[in-house]
């Protein structure tokens, strides 16, 4: 039986006592889950999440992360700031990162690069907006993510890469691919791996769909053949929304 990698994006939200209560709570009852669960606090609560899951199975994830190490960057967050609290694996390339702050596939790549170089596990998200749908760009665009953002990455280091494929208009907005649509779109990512690392690499990837997922839709999507796991924003929030989706079977 596969596991799932379910991973909690706790967004612009969360002080630190807020963050150590759910984070106790989610201890409590996620502490021994067979599926892989990593939560994401922001970055000013890292250090006091750290300290609550520290023993459990959760895995300490941060939301996004500066291209470079060290130096004349302000505001920025380096990986080896990261890694010193204890955080294992970094969500990059949002689209609220791409759509907000105007973050490039190059620049992407540049963190992807620097997280696998630190030995950080980077999340790539990727997804289309309603209007590229529309316009029936979906494949080119999506592609288009996979292929830059994965660009110089060699196929050992793709091990530790997960994909995340989030349409833009499910996030936060209540509407969810169906499940077949997510799967199709998830079958063509992995058609994209294929041609970049063979079939075997392809196949053992690990794609999070996101948008939207709830507890009531987490099981048919996760049922999906190439499926492996979720990416959650809003019902993260809460460990009653967000317990059941880890425990969807
Ligand atoms: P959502 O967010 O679950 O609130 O739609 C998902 C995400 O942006 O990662």
Request: glycine letters at 10%.
């Amino acid at each position: 039986m596969r596991n799932y990698y379910i991973a909690a994006n706790w967004k612009m939200h969360m002080t630190v006592s807020e963050a150590v209560a759910l984070a106790q709570d989610l201890v409590a009852k996620l502490g021994k889950s067979k599926e892989r669960v990593m939560i994401a606090p922001p970055f000013t609560a890292l250090a006091a999440v750290a300290q609550v899951i520290r023993g459990s199975s959760l895995v300490l994830g941060a939301q996004n992360m500066g291209p470079e190490t060290k130096g004349a960057h302000t505001g920025e967050i380096s990986p080896l700031m990261l890694k010193d609290l204890g955080v294992k694996a970094v969500i990059l390339g949002h689209s609220e990162r791409r759509h907000s702050y105007l973050e490039t596939d190059e620049l992407i790549n540049r963190k992807v690069l620097l997280a696998l170089e630190q030995e950080l596990q980077p999340i790539l998200c990727v997804g289309e907006t309603l209007a590229e749908r529309e316009a029936g760009k979906l494949e080119a665009v999506v592609g288009g993510q996979v292929r830059e953002g994965l660009k110089g990455v060699s196929a050992a280091a793709l091990a530790t890469v997960t994909i995340a494929y989030e349409p833009v208009w499910a996030i936060g907005t209540g509407k969810t691919a169906t499940p077949e649509d997510a799967d199709a779109v998830h079958g063509y990512i992995r058609i994209v791996l294929t041609s970049l690392y063979g079939e075997a690499a392809a196949k053992a990837m690990v794609i999070q769909y996101g948008g939207s997922v709830k507890a009531d839709n987490a099981a048919e999507l996760m049922a999906k053949p190439n499926i492996d796991g979720a990416l959650v924003g809003g019902a993260s929030l809460k460990a009653e929304t967000f317990v059941p989706i880890v425990s969807f079977r």
